[in-house]
């Protein structure tokens, strides 16, 4: 079965940096996209990028190029999304989600998803 | 950019009637491989996203056979024969073809 399983809830500081995860199983990490998805309180989903974990290959967003970083690493099945400075704007749920089926260019299932909490 | 506008926003049905959703493109969404990349992702309160429909028409295993896709390059429609009560939630349409966007959602509530 496929899981994608991210880390916990999150508060942190404007200004603080954060790195949050989406760990994999039950197919091969390094063979398909992994996309990450903002949702803002109350708010739609709004598409951030994607990452090939077999070469590292990223795209972002126009939106969330510069604001975020995606990262990999295959000998753990682990996806990273990281901010060097956080805002409070950046307050939202953040979702993992894997290409499904190859080449589709489509996306499904999806992480529990993580809040992330920004204040001072 | 590709805009996908849903209508309606909000829909209101009684248990046992059909619902309808429509997805407009600001652009045609057959890409040049010949497909269509039209996607309907289903939102449940407090959960996750999940997956319905991929490539227009094709449903996910699980998805029970009262939801159906359809259309064609601009204009997509998601369809529900019979609301059930587990239905209740947002439902987002989301293309492929241009990098990816989603609708605004339509919210489906009980009558």
């Known amino acids: 079965e496929v899981q994608l399983v991210q880390s916990g809830a999150e508060v942190k500081k404007p200004g603080e940096s954060l790195k949050i995860s989406c760990k994999t199983s039950?197919?091969?990490?390094?063979?398909?996209?992994i996309g990450w998805v903002r949702q803002m309180p109350g708010k739609g989903l709004e598409w951030m990028g994607i990452i090939y974990p077999g070469d590292s290959d990223t795209r972002y967003s126009p939106s969330f190029q510069g604001q975020v970083t995606f990262s990999a690493d295959k000998s753990i099945s682990t996806a990273y999304l990281q901010w060097n400075s956080l805002k409070a704007s950046d307050s939202a749920i953040y979702y993992c989600t894997k290409e499904s089926p190859e080449g589709s260019r489509s996306f499904d299932p999806w992480g529990q998803g993580t809040l992330v909490t920004v204040s001072s | 950019d590709v805009v996908l506008t849903q209508s309606p926003l909000s829909l209101p049905v009684a248990l046992g009637q059909p619902a309808s959703i429509s997805c407009r493109s600001s652009q045609s969404l057959v890409y040049s491989d010949g497909n269509t990349y039209l996607n309907w992702f289903q939102q449940r309160p407090g959960q996750s996203p999940r997956r319905l429909i991929y490539k227009v028409s094709h449903r996910d295993s699980g998805v029970p056979d009262r939801f159906s896709g359809s259309g064609s390059g601009t204009d997509f429609t998601l369809k529900i024969s019979r609301v059930e009560a587990e239905d209740v939630g947002v439902y987002y349409c989301m293309q492929g073809t241009y990098w990816y966007t989603f609708g605004q959602g339509t919210r489906l509530e009980i009558k």
């Open positions: 039950g197919y091969s990490f390094t063979d398909y996209w």
